[in-house]
């Protein structure tokens, strides 16, 4: 399954962000998607093409491979509605 789409969004939404990212880093770039109507447009269409399960988790692999943090800790509840749960990056 290609999923470049994903990865070109979530690699936009992270340059908005500014370095060093939070350790909520994921959490962060759902909410700023789902603040930012364009973006969260094409979250919407992206979940057509994949479903919603996939898309998250890719955002989250993405987001992980492009912060440049070493592992994931522990799993906390998200304050972004677009996810119910994220790793801390540390």
């Known amino acids: ?3 470049q789409d994903i990865f070109d969004l979530v690699q936009e939404v992270l340059r908005s962000i500014p370095e ?3 350790n909520d880093i994921i959490d962060q770039v ?4 789902e603040n930012n109507r364009p973006w969260m447009n ?5 979940i057509a093409i994949h479903r919603r399960h996939i898309v998250n988790q890719m955002i989250g692999r993405h987001v992980y491979t492009l912060s440049g943090f070493n ?7 998200a304050n ?4 119910k749960t994220y790793s801390v990056l540390t």
């Open 20 to 22: 060093p990212y939070p």
């Open 30 to 33: 759902c909410m700023r998607i």
């Open 80 to 83: 972004s509605g677009l996810i």
């Open 1 to 3: 399954m290609k999923t």
């Open 42 to 46: 094409r979250y919407t269409q992206l």
């Open 71 to 77: 592992r994931s800790g522990p799993v906390l509840r």
